[in-house]
């Protein structure tokens, strides 16, 4: 067995976090309990004026695992706006004189470098008031042994072209979703996590999780059946499932620093031995070790890349289903039954403790109070009290949403531990009641008035590939939701509809913006939805994944990007309508079926414009939604990029333009750009069928 690693002072980051001029949010996660602050400066200059400074907050998960949440205030008035700043760390063991900053740490010259255009210190900005476009990079899916190379490498190109130029260079970054794929690790890569999930967090970390066996005896690709018949999981590619909160704080520290990879790969006849059982199935596995090695090496080489980018620009996020498992709170069977399992109910809050420890807590620090900081950072424990209030906090934490302070305000949703059920397999209502709630007071506090604009981020998108949402609909109902991620917002119409009636009713808005990743293409969307007669105009902009798709992912998806209509529009009913030519519109439906819930007298029901002719007099239909698939100027018909991508989101709030650029990247030097520019005013689609 591999002994367990050497552990480097610095583990990750620095992160910049959440930036505003009265408060600049920096994280560091150390090996040992140092002392950690934060000066921000003029980036120019012969004197790069200090502007303001502050310590960390600092938070132990482990006696190998120290987190720092540093946050520097200004000295007088604010940070200033459109001016580039830069900052440093001053960084010391407790006791010790003035702190070492990032050059001392290595961290500004050479391989390892944080630094772009000769810059001495790391770099960013803080945009003001509405003075120029709203620059946003995006992205989500980041699959370390996925296929082709990491579009972080194309977000590094773009930041080292962009450095001194405001109104080009992005001045936050918005990760939508599964930073990290838990359920899907490589072979290669998971003894290596669990070992140094060890060194993190002491050998107790090996057995934490009970009706488990120790982590480090279990083969690897040996994780299947314990995920599914312990833990309760549905995952079907849970062979390497991390399972351990070590295990997890692993999986960020590999992906954000490329020092805590391995030495050394293990040999795949270590891994995969000869042991007299079935030679095909030990081929087969062998044959998938080498070829996961292989993406892995591409993976490592582009992590320097994505260290850089992290350390330059804001960074806001948000988890979706892979940062703790597949499926996670598909259906409300599913929850109840992680929820009733040891197992999986532990491995579920040790996911959110790693999500809040290296991405929660920078997005917006103070909705964080100290107990629950206390609770979590002490961990599961040996005790049973301990281990109770450990997972209680995590499942029972109801504020992951947040705003982000840009102008307009960014709205970012949570689309996963908020949602409620109206069956115990039907799909899920992303936002339930409370959340909706939640939403209302969060966007009035960060200044949301009607009619808009504002940005919402939403890991799935709220208008995505019509074709594909219902061919969901019409597979879960044959294969169950399981089988085909049944958890569009359109898998639930009652749940879509009131999330629509939110923004259009309550909030009043009539101009949305909304980002969104999870679906491994990326797409643009010019939509309107209209509830009697106030109209929402959307501009779906999504971008996905980074580090996923190869060469025939990437032709499939080009493929059904020149077949997607262009168009497509629709009409609703908060309940089924009263039918003229039922048989002809019952034999419609059934030839090909529509995005619609069970006819049901509390259903709302939806149906192709081009039908509506056939409903009869009575109940009045409320809603109507145009979708225009909008395709990229470098490649008219395209309406699918297939390649791995990632976002940049140039938003002016003054007149509405938006302009969307998917940098995909396809090889180690190879950027293919794609740009589409939205209409003004009302989508119209280009045609009116399905």
Known sequence: MAAVPALEEVLAGPVLRRCEPTAVCVWLATSTPLEVRVVVRRASGPSHERLGAGPARRVRLGPGLWLHLATARPETGGFPTDTLLAYDLEVSAEGDGPGRGLAALGMVRGSRSLTYDGQELPTFFLRGPATAALNLLHGSCRLLHGKGEDAFLAADDLLAATTTDLSRRPSGLLLTGDQVYADEVGGPLIG????????????????????????????????????????????????????????????????????????RWPPVEEVVPDDGGDGRERDRLRAQYQDELAKLDTARRAVPAAARVLANVPTYTCFDDHDVTDDWNLTREWRQRVAASPAGRRVVANALAAYWAFQAWGNDPEAFGDDFVETVSAGPGSGEDGATAYEDALWGFDAWSYTVPTDPPVVVLDTRTQRSFDSDQGAARLIGDGEARRLVRLCRAAGVQAPGPVVMVSPVPVFGLELQERRQKFLAGKLGPYEVDFEAWHSNLAGFVDFMDLLIGELGLRRLVIVSGDVHYGLNVAASFRIDEAELQVAQVVSSSFKHSGALEKSALHLLGRLVRSGAERVGWDRPPEMGEATSLARRLLARPVNTDEWSEDAPVFLPARLESKVGPGRGRRYHETRTYLDPEERPKWMVVGENNVGFLSFDPADGTVEHRLLARSGPHDTTTYTVRFPRGTPVPADRTY
Do not use: M
């Not at 050998?203 to 934490?208: C, K, N, V």
């Not at 692993?250 to 391995?262: D, H, Q």
């Open 192 to 263: 290596h996590l669990t070992r140094l999930g060890t060194a993190l967090l002491g050998p107790g970390d090996d057995t934490s999780v009970a009706g488990l066996p120790p982590l480090s005896g279990i083969p690897v690709y040996g994780r299947q059946d314990l995920a599914e018949h312990q833990a309760g999981f549905t995952s079907g590619k849970a062979a390497n499932h991390l399972f351990s909160l070590g295990e997890f704080a692993a999986a960020y520290l590999v992906a954000w620093r490329e020092a805590n990879w391995p030495a």
